[in-house]
């Protein structure tokens, strides 16, 4: 029943009416599920000694975009937020950054809204999650499990000065690592040794005073996203530079209005076909991949996917 909310949703929306789901307090999710092994690296002693890019990490598109978060669908990506994400395992998290209301840029209204600002308006008309609240939230999380690494990519529309105040004031400023364009990614082990276990990615270009925003289509590449089926899906560079070792494989499907489909997240999302494609992506481009984004990751098994990925030693 896991869909269910989801396909009447959709169905709502398509009839053009409004739909609300109920949320899930964040109190009362499940607690952290423990390590596999002590003093592993994301779950897995293997992985402490493997770099960065040679890792396979579960990771939510929109993870902000929640029924929880009180943002509904057409503009929700998944039902529950953070913590249960982070509680199952993810430990990849795409993010989009706005100002609450179009032309007051302050610090202080820096917002997780999902949309862009073409229309004219802020995309947080459709919902708003407090940027720094939800940040902080999350350095907590990494607190909790000091033996994990973790990444964001941030759609960026506010001012590169204020986003890195926003990440200084929730103190995950400090663990960042910052790396150089054609240098060797480190180890999980040495990036948690060296206190610098988050690595953030944008969308926006490179940008010399904010090295630590490491230019998404510079240092890695993505392929395509939101097809209508699965058998669509491929592993072919959509942007980026593919000569770069980290890459995400995008794996959502779009619904008959292009948006995001909440009524086949067990199809897109189903652990076999994300490890047959992964496997895929492994021998076309002679690495596993980087990040599995995916949307609706309450259904499926996302992170199963990337825990199987992850002990391959080479693909089958």
Same mark, same amino acid.
């Given at each position: 029943?896991?869909?269910?909310?989801?396909?009447?949703?959709?169905?709502?929306?398509?009839?053009?009416?409004?739909c609300?789901?109920?949320?899930?307090?964040?109190?009362?999710?499940?607690?952290?599920?423990?390590?596999?092994? +002590?003093?592993?690296?994301?779950? /897995?002693?293997? %992985?402490?000694?493997? @770099?960065?890019? *040679? &890792?396979t990490?579960?990771?939510?598109?929109?993870?902000?975009?929640?029924?929880?978060?009180?943002?509904?669908?057409?503009?929700?990506?998944?039902?529950?937020?953070?913590?249960?994400q982070?509680?199952?395992?993810?430990?990849?998290?795409?993010?989009?950054?706005?100002?609450?209301?179009?032309?007051?840029?302050?610090?202080?209204?820096v917002?997780?809204?999902?949309?862009?600002?073409?229309?004219?308006?802020?995309?947080?008309?459709?919902?708003?999650?407090?940027? +720094?609240?939800?940040?902080?939230? /999350?350095?907590? %999380?990494?607190?909790? @499990?000091?033996? *994990? &690494?973790?990444?964001?990519?941030?759609?960026?529309?506010?001012?590169?000065?204020?986003?890195?105040?926003?990440?200084?004031?929730?103190?995950?400023?400090?663990?960042?690592?910052?790396?150089?364009?054609?240098?060797?990614?480190?180890?999980l082990?040495?990036?948690?040794?060296?206190?610098?276990?988050?690595?953030v990615?944008?969308?926006?270009?490179?940008?010399?005073?904010?090295?630590?925003?490491?230019?998404?289509?510079?240092?890695?590449?993505?392929?395509?996203?939101?097809?209508?089926?699965?058998?669509?899906m491929?592993?072919?560079?959509?942007?980026?530079?593919?000569?770069?070792?980290?890459?995400?494989?995008?794996?959502?499907?779009?619904?008959?209005?292009?948006?995001?489909?909440?009524?086949?997240?067990?199809?897109?999302?189903?652990?076999?076909?994300?490890?047959?494609?992964?496997?895929?992506?492994?021998?076309?481009?002679?690495?596993?991949?980087?990040f599995?984004?995916?949307?609706?990751?309450?259904?499926?098994?996302?992170?199963?996917?990337?825990?199987?990925?992850?002990?391959?030693?080479?693909?089958?």
């Open positions: 029943m896991r869909g269910y909310r989801g396909v009447a949703c959709f169905i709502g929306l398509l009839l053009m009416a409004g609300v789901t109920p949320t899930v307090p964040i109190n009362e999710q499940e607690e952290p599920i423990a390590p596999v092994e +002590e003093g592993a690296c994301n779950g /897995l002693i293997v %992985l402490c000694d493997r @770099s960065y890019a *040679d &890792v990490f579960p990771e939510t598109h929109n993870a902000f975009s929640t029924y929880e978060d009180g943002i509904y669908y057409p503009a929700a990506n998944h039902q529950t937020g953070l913590v249960a982070w509680n199952a395992g993810m430990r990849a998290f795409m993010i989009d950054t706005h100002y609450e209301t179009l032309g007051d840029e302050r610090v202080e209204t917002r997780l809204c999902h949309g862009d600002d073409d229309r004219g308006f802020s995309p947080c008309t459709y919902g708003t999650v407090n940027a +720094e609240a939800w940040l902080s939230q /999350l350095m907590s %999380l990494m607190e909790s @499990s000091p033996r *994990d &690494v973790v990444t964001l990519l941030v759609e960026n529309y506010v001012q590169p000065d204020h986003l890195q105040a926003v990440f200084e004031n929730t103190g995950m400023y400090d663990r960042i690592f910052v790396h150089s364009m054609n240098t060797e990614w480190p180890t082990g040495e990036l948690i040794a060296q206190e610098t276990p988050l690595v990615f944008w969308e926006q270009g490179e940008d010399l005073s904010h090295p630590w925003i490491h230019d998404f289509l510079t240092h890695s590449w993505t392929t395509n996203f939101a097809e209508e089926n699965t058998e669509d491929n592993c072919d560079p959509l942007r980026g530079d593919p000569e770069q070792a980290v890459f995400h494989m995008n794996n959502w499907l779009r619904g008959p209005l292009g948006l995001s489909d909440p009524s086949r997240g067990d199809e897109a999302n189903n652990v076999d076909f994300l490890v047959e494609r992964a496997t895929e992506c492994w021998i076309q481009h002679g690495k596993r991949p980087t599995i984004a995916v949307d609706w990751w309450e259904d499926g098994d996302v992170v199963a996917a990337a825990l199987a990925i992850n002990e391959l030693e080479a693909p089958i």
